[in-house]
């Protein structure tokens, strides 16, 4: 079942006081556990949601509109995570840089007009997408990574249980 465009764009307004209730209370050793080897931690995902924010979901968006089925590079999360800066990796500093990062996101994609949704590009892992098709990734990106966070916390919580 699709979701229509104004469910779209509500579900992304969601992301960030989702994730604000989510890690507001989270002591330092919630948001750095780790739940399995190779597994990203809390403070992590929140890094990446906002580094994905600026260079990766919103780059792709304004290229498909400004320009005929762009050619848009894969991302390499692996490499990503490898040079990330990390000078920003305080909990707040996290969050209020993806509230603005996702303002701006909102921003561009509260003007689009209806030509505009059906614009499109070309990712070598995805194939040729428009960017309705777009917008239904970035929400799925966020819900695959909310989801992340929950397991998480939950994980940490009873693994602290289970050692008290």
């Known amino acids: ?35 399995a080897p190779g597994e990203w931690t809390i403070r992590e995902i ?15 968006l ?9 050619l848009l590079a894969p991302h390499d999360e692996q490499r990503w995570y490898a040079a990330r800066n990390t000078s920003r990796d305080d909990l707040a500093q996290l969050l209020d840089d993806l509230a603005l990062q996702r303002a701006a996101s909102l921003g561009i994609i509260k003007m689009l007009r209806d030509p ?3 614009r499109g590009g070309v990712q070598p892992e995805y194939g040729h997408f428009t960017v309705e098709e777009w917008l239904e990734r970035w929400v ?3 819900t695959t990574h909310i989801r992340q966070i929950e397991m998480t916390i939950a994980a940490h919580d009873a693994s602290s249980t289970a050692t008290a």
């Open 46 to 60: 929140l890094a990446h949601l906002v580094d994905d924010e600026m260079y990766v979901m919103r780059t792709r």
């Open 116 to 118: 505009d949704w059906q």
């Open 62 to 70: 304004e290229r498909m509109i400004k320009e005929d089925d762009p």
């Open 140 to 142: 799925a990106h966020d």
């Open 1 to 35: 079942m699709r979701i229509d465009r104004p469910q779209l764009i509500a579900r992304l307004e969601a992301t960030h006081p989702t994730l604000v209730r989510l890690t507001r209370d989270l002591d330092a050793s919630r948001l750095d556990f780790r739940l």
